[in-house]
């Protein structure tokens, strides 16, 4: 069993997933267990304990080679003191010390925090911003979360707070979002919000597409992965549908640019390969979104983590 050797575990509202991870990012070993999100909990926590401990029936030796614990759980949280304060989808948990609890179930200091925070943290140390001191990460899915990494460190801001860029409004009379802010980045360009765009161009539209197709014929059925789908096939309603997508991504990033000033940005999740046919053309934009005048020269790439980001940004926690 190879030297400093961590754990990410990844907390979800349905399962915890838990990998063991070397020291190059490579996660060489995976374990996963059903979450009960609605139980007590101890019974929330007993999922933790159960990934960790499958993790080790699969590799015994690792129980002496590992150095430490990180978690990712949805927030808010209190990544400073491991303190899961009262996230939405884990409703079993409120103010629970997870990486106290941790640290006492395992012996192994254990540090917590946020899926986009961590995500990021691991592309700065193993992923496609290796090399890199300020980087910038989002990851686009169901929602959009970001994660800021300066200096190799997590930017935290004043309580633990800082990242929360997927709900910075760029249209403040646009739709109200899940947050209770208006025309967030994450209620504009998420998953949804892609498929919510497609249909109602199809609905706009008496023209063919093959989005509708793909979809089984019925709108209410339009998800994202049916407009990449169909983009790639060549469908002229989905190739808008993206393009309006990463040009309001780029009003976004080129605030981030100006805010930040950072040396990379990185784009993970579920929606980033969908996206990623589109990041010459939000290359190309950012310019006229930026009054930074080198704008033009910051990478814009994908992750690379894609499904595993949770257990390797876990595990970076601990680096």
Not at 99 to 104: D, F, P, Y
Not at 147 to 175: C, L, M, Q
Not at 238 to 256: F, I, K, P, R, S
Not at 296 to 319: F, H, K, M, Q, T
Request: aromatic share 6%; charged share 20%; proline share 5%.
């Amino acid at each position: 069993m190879p030297e400093l050797m961590t754990i990410g575990v990844d907390v979800g509202g349905t399962k915890v997933a838990a990998g063991l991870v070397d020291a190059t990012g490579q996660i060489i070993q995976k374990a996963r267990v059903p979450m009960v999100a609605t139980a007590d909990a101890a019974t929330g926590f007993a999922a933790v304990k159960g990934a960790v401990e499958a993790l080790f029936a699969l590799a015994p030796d690792a129980r002496s080679a590992v150095k430490g614990i990180g978690i990712c759980s949805p927030g808010p949280l209190d990544p400073r003191t491991g303190v899961v304060l009262n996230p939405p989808n884990l409703p079993c948990w409120r103010n629970f010390p997870l990486g106290a609890e941790t640290e006492r179930a395992f012996g192994k200091p254990t540090k917590v925090d946020n899926d986009a925070n961590a995500a990021g943290l691991a592309e700065a140390l193993w992923g496609a911003a290796a090399g890199h001191s300020n980087v910038f990460y989002a990851t686009l899915g169901t929602g959009i979360g970001t994660g800021i990494v300066f200096d190799g460190k997590i930017y935290w801001g004043r309580n633990g707070s800082a990242g929360e860029g997927g709900h910075t409004t760029i249209d403040y009379k646009g739709p109200l979002c899940g947050c209770g802010k208006r025309g967030c980045i994450e209620i504009l360009c998420s998953g949804p919000a892609i498929a919510r765009r497609a249909r109602a161009k199809i609905s706009a539209s008496s023209t063919a597409t093959k989005v509708l197709e793909l979809a089984g014929g019925t709108i209410d059925g339009v998800r994202a992965e049916h407009v990449g789908e169909a983009y790639h096939q060549g469908d002229a309603l989905a190739a808008a549908v993206l393009e309006e997508t990463a040009d309001l991504l780029t009003v976004w990033l080129g605030n981030v640019v100006d805010w930040f000033d950072p040396e990379i940005m990185v784009i993970g999740g579920g929606v980033a390969q969908l996206m990623s046919s589109l990041f010459d053309r939000m290359r190309g934009n950012l310019p006229g979104w930026a009054i930074n005048p080198r704008a033009n020269e910051i990478p814009l790439v994908l992750a690379r983590y894609s499904a595993d980001a949770g257990i390797a940004g876990a595990a970076a926690l601990c680096r």
